[in-house]
T-cell receptor, first 109, second 114 residues
Framework: GQNIDQPTEMTATEGAIVQINCTYQ??????LFWYQQHAGEAPTFLSY????GLEEKGRFSSFLSRSKGYSYLLLKELQMKDSASYLC??????????FGAGTTVTVRA | IAGITQAPTSQILAAGRRMTLRCTQD?????MYWYRQDLGLGLRLIHY???????GKGEVPDGYSVSRANTDDFPLTLASAVPSQTSVYFC?????????????FGPGTRLTVL
């Protein structure tokens, strides 16, 4: 089976940094996505990693270590609008996505 | 700019009734997907279509059927709804079925089966 683990909830203060970890064990690996989902809305694309290392995109960065089955999403200079769920999704060997349950981030003033 | 539309937005349905959730995309994407999202479980793939005229089963296909008569439309049918099918349903599409293309999601349909 597929196993993707991420923390259920995280809370941080406006302006701070939060790191959301994701560990995975899947049937094959062809990359990893991070999606953002605001309450009651559709998931939207944040990042895609297929090679080891850090990808930076503005305030958001994503890191991947294939040998460790590990990724993290780093959110810097947190804003109130960053309060959302963050979904880790692995592209399996059959090229379908397996999603983690999501991490709900609450940003406090 | 529409992207992906889903209808209805929400629905309350009696158990045993038949229901079709509609999904239309205007991006000319080849691949389309149906997911359900339940609290604590994340998104799970119900059915997918790699290209018009083809469909495949995902992780949780029982009780659901799909068709892909053309590129734009990908309806999901519940033949005889049961309470365990209460969920939020998301349709998604991607340019190809390669898996590494970004999937774009519709706004979702919240379905309650009583």
């Amino acid at each position: 089976g597929q196993n993707i683990d991420q923390p259920t909830e995280m809370t941080a203060t406006e302006g701070a940094i939060v790191q959301i970890n994701c560990t995975y064990q899947t049937s094959g690996f062809n990359g990893l996505f991070w999606y953002q989902q605001h309450a009651g809305e559709a998931p939207t694309f944040l990042s895609y990693n297929v090679l080891d290392g850090l990808e930076e995109k503005g305030r958001f960065s994503s890191f991947l270590s294939r040998s460790k089955g590990y990724s993290y999403l780093l959110l810097k200079e947190l804003q109130m609008k960053d309060s959302a769920s963050y979904l880790c999704a692995v592209v399996r060997g059959d090229y379908k996505l397996s999603f983690g349950a999501g991490t709900t981030v609450t940003v406090r003033a | 700019i529409a992207g992906i539309t889903q209808a209805p937005t929400s629905q309350i349905l009696a158990a045993g009734r038949r229901m079709t959730l509609r999904c239309t995309q205007d991006m000319r994407h080849n691949a389309m997907y149906w997911y359900r999202q339940d609290l604590g479980l994340g998104l799970r793939l119900i059915h997918y279509s790699n290209t018009a005229g083809t469909t495949g089963k995902g992780e949780v296909p029982d009780g659901y059927s799909v068709s892909r008569a053309n590129t734009d439309d990908f309806p999901l049918t519940l033949a005889s709804a049961v309470p365990s099918q209460t969920s939020v349903y998301f349709c998604a599409s991607s340019e190809s079925a390669g898996g590494t293309d970004t999937q774009y999601f519709g706004p979702g349909t919240r379905l309650t089966v009583l």
